[in-house]
């Protein structure tokens, strides 16, 4: 098992460069799958969940390369569309497969997705949204079963705007005969990314970033393309919240700072001056953070879920009460027994949506352990403000979505190692 061995105490200085977004280049892979001529995507980040998603298209029948960030794919030969099992139940994205195989091949095996730390993770919308273009889903023994004779466009209006069902609509929408409108659909910067890639392969798309996405299909989509992921807006807001916390000074480098408004937003709020010029953002943070009186996730252009469990790291040791709501997802609580462990005040509700926090002094040094991606991101910014010294388990969640994050801090002063023990992962 791997952990990260953190001392608390040190303030974040320097500059940091922010790689590729995750969840703008997991939708892009499958979208390569639509693309007959060769595609080469840029600036893609190298974490586990890629590199499981690059195990996905070398076993469908795709060739792939990827050296440093940039990821070479070409997916010109016939594929085998069943999405490998043991693969797929790592990770829920690869539910977009569906809606890219169903445009290419017509037909699309995969393991149910199971459900997560999250909550259900249902995909109804998705499977509602599909059946409306024409396709055949069926469920048996754990594998969902598509197939359709040719997809169709279709109206469809998605009851929440939910960013894998507005990527897997697209994805299906792109060679459907005729036009799609997906109303109500999510307006995150990573639907504006896949949509650029898709243009660039000869899709005919209008309107991502808004609520209505209009795309007229294509026979074929085949353009040799070069493409830059956009930069990972919730690894710069993780570093962000990191100098926040350790009364640092940063400057983020390749980011986009209106991605970052609301997060940049609360922490003006909670006491730290923050500029950007061009594609940096600097943060020098107050000797002690202020409370927030309430925060509510939204989907974009709200304050995203995806910076939630950070914020209540952050707040954890802010002066004064807040108060955050998850609306996103039911059970996104992990972060709060952990976080109690090193000394937190934080009170939660039933419905475990609405987090109570008192700021506490400080925080203690403790070994606590990640059980999911955010929630793993949240520790480690609670110890490395922490007194003392704390282990942060089950590292590889971690790793699903921030490069070599200790390599990152450490160059930014944090006192932080990964290690590796023998001890089994803590599920
Ligand atoms: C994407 O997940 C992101 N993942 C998540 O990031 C992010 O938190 C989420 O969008 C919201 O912004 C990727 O892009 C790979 P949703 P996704 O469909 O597509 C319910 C991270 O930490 N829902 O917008 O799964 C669902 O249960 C990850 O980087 C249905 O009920 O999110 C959830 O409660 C975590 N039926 C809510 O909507 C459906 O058919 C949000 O889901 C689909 C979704």
Do not use: W
Request: net charge neutral; hydrophobic share 45%.
């Amino acid at each position: 098992m791997f952990q990260y061995r953190i001392r608390g105490g040190n303030r974040l200085l320097g500059e940091l460069k922010i790689g590729g977004a995750k969840n703008a280049a997991l939708p892009i892979l499958a979208a390569a799958c639509l693309n007959e001529s060769e595609t080469i995507i840029e600036n893609c980040p190298r974490i586990s969940d890629i590199l499981d998603t690059i195990e996905i298209l070398n076993r469908v029948g795709c060739e792939t390369e990827f050296e440093g960030n940039t990821l070479k794919v070409r997916a010109d030969r016939k594929l085998n569309c069943e999405i490998p099992a043991e693969i797929a139940e790592k990770m829920r994205s690869s539910v977009l497969f569906m809606g890219a195989f169903l445009a290419r091949c017509g037909r699309a095996i995969l393991p149910a997705p199971g459900g997560c730390n999250l909550g259900a993770r249902a995909i109804d919308l998705h499977i509602k949204g599909l059946i409306a273009m024409g396709a055949k889903i069926h469920e048996e023994n754990g594998k969902i079963f598509c197939e359709t004779d040719g997809l169709t466009g279709a109206k469809i209006k998605l009851s929440f705007a939910s960013v894998g069902a507005t990527e897997n609509l697209m994805l299906a929408a792109v060679r459907a005969r005729g036009e799609t409108i997906i109303e109500n659909a999510a307006r995150e910067p990573e639907i504006i990314d896949l949509s650029d890639f898709l243009k660039k392969i000869g899709a005919d798309i209008r309107g991502a970033g808004t609520g209505t996405i209009v795309i007229r299909g294509k026979k074929s989509l085949s353009k040799p393309v070069l493409h830059k992921v956009i930069f990972d807006r919730i690894v710069a807001g993780t570093h962000l919240v990191a100098a926040a916390m350790t009364g640092g000074e940063i400057c983020l480098k390749n980011v986009r700072p209106f991605d970052l408004m609301p997060v940049a937003g609360c922490l003006k709020e909670m006491g730290c001056f923050l500029r950007s010029e061009g594609g940096d953002i600097y943060l020098r943070a107050p000797e002690r953070l202020r409370a927030l009186p309430r925060i509510v996730t939204r989907v974009h252009p709200g304050f995203p879920t995806d910076m939630q469990a950070q914020f209540v790291a952050a707040l954890a040791i802010a002066e004064g009460k807040s108060e955050v709501v998850e609306t996103v997802f039911e059970n996104r609580c992990s972060h709060v027994g952990e976080l109690r462990k090193m000394g937190a005040n934080i009170r939660l509700t039933a419905d475990k949506r609405t987090f109570l926090i008192s700021g506490a002094a400080s925080l203690r040094g403790a070994t606590v352990a990640a059980h999911d991606l955010r929630c793993g991101a949240a520790l480690i910014l609670a110890a490395l403000a922490a007194d003392g010294e704390s282990i942060v388990q089950n590292a590889r969640f971690v790793e699903r979505g921030y490069s070599g994050i200790e390599n990152d801090l450490y160059s930014l002063g944090a006192d932080i190692s990964l290690e590796n023990t023998p001890v089994r992962d803590i599920i």
